[in-house]
């Protein structure tokens, strides 16, 4: 859970940092002389690139539509402007290496390698390892309370947040894999799936901090808290799709939700006598130490791993170590509400 709050706010902050640095590769002259010339003959040296051929009548190779390859096929290869920058890049990193320059970024991003078209090969499979670890802890979590702990007569579970719980591990699995998606392929669509799962997860945890901190049981409660949120949420998400993708206003209000939410995890685990109190210190504070690898940016060791990668990394045990307290959470509860029927 902590993990994707940090990433809603350091994606959104390192947008923002990135506006002003402005990429000092993208006005490298002979970069950017390079990409002119690939795009108009398809070629960087003896590479010459497919997507990048048009006869000479103008008219397009891609054919009708049901002469083309299916999308899941077409997600591999890249369009002309990619590759010409891909391949320009990668020529002039070997030349300012040879020279003894150290790698720059170019529009926004490291100069990272490729593998099997793949764009950040270490960050999307951390990302994929991050959805597995959520769909095990979602898994166990789901047994834990329909085949492990007692039921109510209706076959329903003791444990009053079970609804909420379930609501996260699927949002937390579907925003894992759009960023598994947009570190694959960045592009417009995978951008604004991956920001807009990352915004809904983000603005449904803190409900579930609200709902579960302050302990409100009540339905009527419950969506006096979820109303005005899930319509804040829902009109931010469509205003970044809709209008304008506005990096700066996202970022503003990711910080919000995120210090929220964390401060209120905080407080209640320094109040509550929870008996897992300390996995959810444990997870607070593993988080924010994490943040380090995103304020300290360095660029991709061997052209792989970056510390954003290497942050991808640290949330996989925090991961585990959340899903634990959740079903904790749901056994303490649960003997809690027991003993009061009694």
């Given at each position: 859970?902590?993990?994707r709050y940090?990433?809603?706010?350091?994606?959104?902050l390192?947008?923002?940092?990135?506006?002003?640095?402005?990429?000092?590769?993208?006005?490298?002259?002979?970069?950017?002389?390079?990409?002119?010339?690939?795009?108009?003959?398809?070629?960087?040296?003896?590479?010459?690139?497919?997507?990048?051929?048009?006869?000479?009548?103008?008219?397009?190779?891609?054919?009708p539509?049901?002469?083309?390859?299916?999308?899941?096929?077409?997600?591999?290869?890249?369009?002309?402007q990619?590759?010409?920058?891909?391949?320009?890049?990668?020529?002039?990193?070997?030349?300012?290496?040879?020279?003894?320059h150290?790698?720059?970024?170019?529009?926004g991003?490291?100069?990272?390698?490729?593998?099997?078209?793949i764009?950040?090969?270490?960050?999307?499979?951390?990302?994929?390892?991050?959805?597995?670890?959520?769909f095990?802890?979602?898994?166990?979590?789901?047994?834990?309370l329909?085949?492990?702990l007692?039921?109510?007569?209706?076959?329903?579970?003791?444990?009053?947040?079970?609804?909420?719980?379930?609501?996260?591990?699927?949002?937390?699995?579907?925003?894992?894999?759009?960023?598994?998606?947009?570190?694959?392929?960045?592009?417009?669509v995978?951008?604004?799936?991956d920001?807009?799962?990352?915004?809904?997860?983000?603005?449904?945890s803190?409900?579930?901090?609200?709902?579960?901190?302050?302990?409100v049981?009540?339905?009527?409660?419950?969506?006096?808290?979820?109303?005005?949120?899930?319509?804040?949420?829902?009109?931010?998400?469509?205003?970044?799709?809709?209008?304008?993708?506005?990096?700066?206003?996202?970022m503003?209000?990711?910080v919000?939700?995120?210090?929220?939410?964390?401060?209120?995890?905080?407080?209640?685990?320094?109040?509550?006598?929870?008996?897992?109190?300390?996995?959810?210190?444990?997870?607070?504070?593993?988080?924010?130490?994490?943040?380090?690898?995103?304020?300290?940016?360095?660029?991709?060791?061997?052209?792989?791993?970056?510390a954003?990668?290497?942050?991808?990394?640290?949330?996989?045990?925090?991961?585990?170590?959340?899903?634990?307290?959740?079903?904790?959470?749901?056994?303490?509860?649960t003997?809690s509400?027991?003993?009061?029927?009694?």
């Amino acid at each position: 859970m902590i993990d994707r709050y940090w990433i809603a706010f350091f994606v959104a902050l390192s947008l923002l940092v990135g506006a002003f640095d402005a990429s000092a590769g993208d006005f490298d002259p002979i970069y950017r002389v390079c990409t002119e010339q690939c795009e108009k003959t398809g070629c960087v040296g003896e590479r010459c690139f497919a997507n990048c051929k048009v006869p000479s009548d103008g008219a397009s190779l891609d054919g009708p539509w049901y002469m083309q390859e299916p999308l899941y096929l077409q997600w591999k290869h890249w369009d002309c402007q990619s590759d010409c920058r891909y391949h320009c890049m990668v020529d002039r990193e070997k030349e300012k290496a040879a020279l003894g320059h150290g790698p720059v970024k170019y529009h926004g991003k490291w100069p990272f390698v490729r593998v099997y078209g793949i764009q950040e090969p270490v960050s999307v499979a951390l990302s994929a390892l991050n959805l597995a670890m959520h769909f095990h802890g979602w898994v166990s979590f789901f047994i834990l309370l329909n085949y492990k702990l007692p039921l109510k007569e209706d076959k329903k579970p003791y444990y009053d947040y079970t609804f909420f719980w379930n609501i996260y591990g699927f949002l937390s699995m579907n925003s894992w894999f759009w960023s598994a998606a947009f570190h694959s392929r960045d592009v417009d669509v995978t951008e604004r799936l991956d920001y807009s799962s990352a915004v809904a997860l983000l603005g449904y945890s803190l409900i579930l901090a609200i709902i579960r901190s302050f302990s409100v049981t009540k339905e009527a409660a419950q969506v006096m808290v979820s109303a005005p949120l899930i319509a804040f949420v829902t009109t931010h998400i469509l205003y970044l799709n809709n209008y304008q993708l506005d990096y700066g206003w996202n970022m503003k209000v990711c910080v919000v939700m995120a210090v929220a939410q964390l401060l209120i995890w905080a407080v209640w685990a320094g109040v509550t006598r929870h008996p897992s109190r300390l996995k959810l210190w444990v997870v607070v504070l593993g988080g924010g130490l994490a943040m380090l690898l995103e304020i300290y940016d360095f660029p991709p060791y061997e052209g792989f791993v970056d510390a954003h990668a290497l942050w991808h990394a640290t949330t996989i045990p925090l991961t585990y170590i959340w899903w634990s307290f959740i079903k904790d959470d749901a056994e303490f509860r649960t003997s809690s509400l027991l003993k009061k029927a009694k």
